[in-house]
């Protein structure tokens, strides 16, 4: 049996929404729901765009359940459709690679000024690195949960996040936020 | 300001920066939202993959109403039969169309079989009796079975009509490291024949030959460039194989040596015809590779100068030719990953009998 980080079997879920159970279809929803975001955000720096690329990849899914042979990747399988989503609205609408959002305006000036700086670098990173950072900081996923939607191991997420924090840092550095 | 170093604040300003309180989901919504995703969800399933049973059935239930159509023309004596048109609006049924993403190996109902790469996606017509897909992104194989009518590959960027045949499709969506956007089709053939075409024109292609479709521009194959010399495509193609192998001693042996050694040496003015950097650049070199020998020890150095460490897919996108044809530059795509490219606009010149690379 497939237990999630979460105690939850998703095995079982997946199978029970493949054979049109909408609950189960439900349960996975709420699941993987803000990961999704997540990632379409890293990839388009918009979060509405971003929230209505995850519910067409969530829309994909239920059409083409059928094309998913390891039930145990849902996640992964998920994470593959809402990267071609967000590509076909980058290519469909013409627009440039991620604009991000501006980051909350509530702070104090210099605050509001490394922020900024921060966007940047964080934008500047390579994507799969972009999307670790974003995955880790948007809703504080774990380890698990992120390793599930990218298909990389725990381990290699600690570790990569590790070296994009790293790279930020030294971006930041750069720009004359270091010591 | 407190420095970078400090985990902590990076810590604090990436959730100042991205985290986001106010992503909920709302599954009741998106269920109202997406009532065709849901009926298609819970739908009653055949019992297996439904999709291809339905098409089978279908296609099934169509050889039997055209063996009934042939019956009847015979009986009443019509001699000359048009063959049905399997495509036409009468065999044409409601079918699922499905996208599908890499890595995986499907079995179109024709058995036609694509294979996906990790980073491919391809999405199935949905109509009975149309063969083909829609290529969507990424790379994928195709084997098409032959002798069964028309069989179409939809892409960004172009058609491609197989003509029995397997080949190899990329669909290339990037950034080039000036920013530039890099969009094209990547068509390789590996047996029979396919027809490459958009609205700027059409190409075919056989086996061992490949070409590309760049957005908005007609397909190209240098190899099929009729204004180019022979021996100028040998030596493109050389260039595009030892990128692809890694083979940086490959790569050198495009350029002339004995030229180059001689310009290091001062024996022969600089050229900008033949040596593709300038005029400083060919000093430099002289004053760097001042100790060499030969133009034996010269190939060695310069292939170990060239960054090709591992195999390096290049795209030529575009070949032009001078007007006295002694000169041609080419405007190629390296790529470095999925989504990173480099463009670059070597050269080669015609000079010591034979064509010559000048630039990289």
């Known amino acids: ?179 | 300001m407190q420095p970078v170093n400090d985990d902590k604040w990076l810590d604090e300003a990436l959730e100042g920066v991205l985290h986001s309180n106010d992503t909920r989901p709302d599954f009741q919504t998106w269920v109202a939202r997406h009532p065709e995703a849901v009926e298609m969800l819970t739908a009653p399933k055949v019992r297996g993959r439904s999709v291809v049973k339905t098409i089978r059935i279908n296609a099934w239930f169509g050889k039997l109403a055209v063996a009934a159509v042939i019956a009847i023309v015979a009986v009443i004596g019509i001699t000359q039969l048009t063959p049905p048109d399997t495509s036409g609006p009468g065999d044409v049924q409601a079918a699922k169309a499905e996208t599908l993403t890499g890595p995986l190996t499907h079995t179109l109902d024709d058995g036609s079989v694509v294979t996906l790469a990790a980073d491919a996606s391809i999405r199935t017509y949905g109509e009975v009796g149309k063969r083909g897909f829609e290529h969507i992104m990424g790379t994928i194989d195709v084997a098409v079975v032959k002798g069964q009518g028309e069989f179409i590959v939809t892409t960004p960027y172009g058609d491609v009509k197989a003509l029995g045949t397997k080949f190899k499709l990329e669909v290339v969506d990037g950034t080039a490291d000036s920013g530039e956007k890099v969009e094209l089709l990547s068509v390789e053939v590996t047996e029979g024949k396919v027809e490459v075409s958009n609205a700027k024109g059409q190409q075919y292609l056989e086996a061992a030959q490949d070409g590309i479709v760049a957005k908005d521009a007609a397909p190209y194959d240098f190899n099929q460039d009729e204004a180019l010399p022979e021996r100028l495509k040998e030596r493109i193609q050389a260039m595009v194989d030892a990128f692809a192998a890694g083979d940086a001693a490959a790569w050198a042996a495009n350029f002339n040596i004995n030229y180059v050694y001689r310009l290091v040496k001062g024996q022969v003015e600089y050229d900008p015809l033949l040596f593709g950097g300038s005029q400083e650049d060919a000093e430099r070199l002289g004053e760097t590779l001042k100790d060499i020998e030969s133009s034996e020890q010269l190939a060695e150095v310069f292939a170990s100068s060239v960054n090709i460490t591992k195999p390096i897919r290049i795209y030529v996108r575009s070949v032009e030719l001078s007007a006295d044809g002694n000169h041609a530059r080419a405007q190629c795509i390296q790529r470095k990953g999925p989504r990173r490219m480099t463009i670059t606009n070597p050269q080669w010149h015609h000079f010591d009998n034979d064509w010559w690379q000048i630039d990289d």
């Open chain 1, 1 to 179: 049996m497939e237990i999630g980080s979460d105690g939850i079997n998703e095995v079982a879920l997946v199978e029970a929404a493949q054979n049109g159970c909408l609950d189960s279809f439900g349960a996975l929803y709420q699941r993987y729901h803000n990961p999704i975001v997540a990632l379409a955000y890293a990839q388009l720096g918009d979060k509405h765009a971003a929230e209505d690329a995850a519910h067409e990849a969530f829309a994909v899914a239920c059409r083409d359940f059928s094309a998913l042979r390891d039930k145990a990747k849902f996640g992964a399988w998920l994470g593959g459709i809402c990267r071609n989503v967000t590509w076909q609205m980058i290519r469909t609408r013409n627009r440039p690679l991620p604009v991000p959002d501006q980051p909350r305006n509530d702070g104090r000036p210099e605050e509001r000024e490394r922020w900024e700086a921060v966007r940047r670098a964080v934008w500047k990173l390579e994507p799969p690195e972009r999307e670790l950072i974003v995955m880790r900081y948007f809703n504080g996923f774990s380890q698990a949960r992120i390793s599930e939607v990218l298909d990389i191991t725990p381990a290699a997420v600690n570790g990569r996040l590790l070296r994009a924090k790293r790279k930020l840092a030294e971006q930041l550095k750069r720009g004359g936020f270091g010591s």
